[in-house]
C-alpha cells in the first residue's frame, strides 16, 4: 500500500474507497488475476507455541490480505487454541490499519460464549459492569486494571454467565496477551474463553475471579491472617509448578495479579510471561513491577522460573503486613524507584511480619534467597513444612472456602435462636464488634459476589 503514502492528493479518495471496500471481493479479483495461486496462504503451524520455535521474540509475521485474515477478521465464531493465535497475531499487525472501516465486532472463542450469526455485541449479548459495583466498601472510583487495560465484570445475557473481560486498546494489544492462556490449561490459571475486536479495543473474556484480588482483601480488610496465606499459597505454587514444567515464566506475579475463585486462587495476567527456549532467560528490557522482583531480574543478566518464587515471597509479605516490602522502610515520597535498593539490599526480611511463625519465617527465607541456585523449587516448596501446618495450631477453617460454610452456618444458628439474641443484644453497645462480625468483614472481599450464590448477602 505504498501509494497511499507516496500520493498525499488522493487520501480523501482512498478513504472513501475503503470505507464500502469489501475485502473478500479483493480477495476473489486477486485469486482471478493470479490463477497461478501466487497469493501466500498463512500457515498455523507458525502460531503454535512450542520451544522448538518460541525464541521470546513477539511474532510480527505480515498477514495483510491472506485467505487466513478473511476468515478470522470478518466475524465471531468458535475456533482452535491456533485461530486464536493467528487471529491475535492478525489484529497485532493489521488491525490498527483496518478498525476504523470495520461495521462489525470480530474474534474467536473457545468456550462459555454464544456467538450468533458470527456477531457478539457489546449491551446486547454481553453487558459490561465496572468491577467496583460487584463489591462493597473498596474505595472511591476503584476499579482494578491489568497492564494496559481495565477489567470489567462482565454477564452473558442468554446463559447468565459471568465473566471477567479485559479491555486492550488495539495498539497496545500483543499476542502475549493470549499465548499463555489459551495454550496452557490448569486449574490455578484464569481460563482464556475468547478474545473479540469491538471498535478499537480488544475484549479478552476469561474466567472471572469475582472474589476480588489479594490487593483489593488487602487494601479493604488489611493484613491477612496465616492460615489464609497458606491457603493462597499453596493455589498458587501449583500454578506456578505447572508453569514453571513448561518452562514459562510469569514475570509479574503481586497481590493485584492472584484472584479468588469460589473454592481456589488463580494466577491472571499474563502480558508479560515469557516461555523460555534455554535454562536462562536473557530479556531484552526490564518487565514486572519493580517492588516485587528479584534481584536477578533488576540486573538484566539473565533469570529463570525461580524468580517467580522470589516475587511470590514478597506477595506474601504484603499479604501479612498490608504493606509491600520495601515501603514501610523506604517511604515512596522519599524514594521514587527501589531498583538500586533491592540490588544492593535483597531480600527484605526486615519487613516479614512479627507475628510470622517460625514455620513461615523459614518459608519466606527460603523463598526470597537471592542466589537464584540455592532458591527451591515450586515443587519443593508444595513440602515445606509451612504449608502442612498441625490442625490443632490452625484455626477450625483451613481453607477460605470452608470458612465461608462455617459462616453461613453460624448465620442459620444465629436466625434460628433470634428471640433469644434480640434479649441479650440489649446488654451489648452496639459500637461494639463481636469475633463473628470481625470474621465476616474479613472473609466477605475474599469472596466477594461468590457469597451471593449462598444467600448470605
Not at 472513501?16 to 496462504?41: A, C, F, H, R
Not at 488487602?218 to 493484613?223: D, L, N
Not at 492460615?227 to 508453569?243: A, M, N, R, S, Y
Not at 465476616?440 to 469472596?447: A, C, K, P
Request: glycine residues 4%.
Amino acid at each position: 500500500m505504498e501509494y497511499m503514502s507516496t500520493d498525499s492528493d488522493n487520501k480523501e479518495e482512498i478513504d472513501l474507497l475503503l470505507t464500502d471496500l469489501n475485502m473478500s471481493e479483493v480477495i476473489n479479483i486477486m485469486e482471478k488475476l493470479y490463477p497461478n495461486g501466487d497469493l501466500s496462504v498463512y500457515d498455523d503451524s507458525l502460531l503454535t507455541l512450542c520451544p522448538e520455535k518460541n525464541k521470546n521474540e513477539e511474532r510480527a509475521e505480515s498477514l495483510l490480505f491472506s485467505r487466513r485474515e478473511v476468515s478470522l477478521l470478518s466475524s465471531v465464531k468458535y475456533g482452535t487454541v491456533e485461530d486464536l493465535l493467528a487471529f491475535a497475531n492478525q489484529v497485532s499487525n493489521t488491525a490498527k490499519q483496518i478498525c476504523h472501516h470495520r461495521r462489525q465486532e470480530s474474534g474467536i472463542i473457545l468456550n462459555m460464549i454464544n456467538p450468533k450469526n458470527g456477531r457478539y455485541q457489546i449491551d446486547s449479548d454481553v453487558l459490561l459492569f465496572p468491577w467496583k459495583l460487584t463489591y462493597r466498601n473498596i474505595g472511591t472510583d476503584f476499579i482494578p486494571r491489568g497492564a494496559f487495560g481495565k477489567v470489567y465484570l462482565a454477564q452473558d445475557t442468554e446463559t447468565k454467565k459471568r465473566m471477567a473481560c479485559k479491555l486492550v486498546p488495539v495498539e497496545q494489544f500483543k499476542p502475549s496477551d493470549v499465548e499463555i492462556q489459551a495454550c496452557f490449561r490448569h486449574e490455578n490459571i484464569a481460563e482464556l474463553y475468547g478474545a473479540i475486536l469491538w471498535d478499537e479495543t480488544i475484549h479478552l473474556f476469561m474466567e472471572a475471579g469475582e472474589g476480588g484480588s489479594v490487593l483489593e482483601k488487602v487494601e479493604s480488610c488489611g493484613p491477612m491472617r496465616e492460615f489464609e496465606i497458606i491457603w493462597v499459597t499453596k493455589h498458587i505454587l501449583k500454578g506456578l509448578e505447572f508453569l514453571h514444567s513448561k518452562k514459562v515464566i510469569h514475570q509479574d506475579i503481586k497481590p493485584s495479579n492472584i484472584v479468588f475463585m469460589s473454592t481456589k486462587a488463580v494466577l491472571v495476567d499474563f502480558g508479560l510471561s515469557v516461555q523460555m527456549t534455554e535454562d536462562i532467560y536473557y530479556p531484552k528490557e526490564l518487565r514486572g513491577t519493580e517492588i516485587y522482583m528479584s534481584p536477578e531480574v533488576i540486573l538484566c543478566r539473565g533469570h529463570n522460573t525461580k524468580a517467580d518464587i522470589y516475587s511470590l515471597g514478597t506477595t506474601i509479605i504484603h499479604m501479612q503486613t498490608g504493606i509491600p516490602p520495601w515501603v514501610n522502610r523506604y517511604p515512596r515520597a522519599a524514594y521514587p524507584s527501589y531498583l538500586y535498593i533491592i540490588h544492593k539490599q535483597a531480600p527484605p526480611l526486615e519487613d516479614i511480619s512479627e507475628d510470622c511463625s517460625p514455620s513461615m519465617r523459614r518459608f519466606l527465607e527460603a523463598a526470597l534467597e537471592r542466589n537464584l541456585n540455592q532458591r527451591p523449587s515450586a515443587t519443593e516448596l508444595l513440602k515445606h513444612e509451612a504449608l502442612h501446618p498441625p490442625r490443632e495450631e490452625q484455626p477450625r477453617c483451613q481453607s477460605l472456602d470452608s470458612a465461608l460454610f462455617e459462616r453461613k452456618r453460624l448465620l442459620a444458628r444465629q436466625e434460628f435462636e433470634l428471640p433469644e439474641n434480640i434479649a441479650d443484644s440489649s446488654s451489648i453497645g452496639i459500637t461494639e464488634e463481636s469475633e463473628l462480625l470481625k470474621r465476616q468483614r474479613s472473609l466477605y472481599i475474599d469472596l466477594g459476589a461468590l457469597a451471593g450464590y449462598f444467600n448470605i448477602v
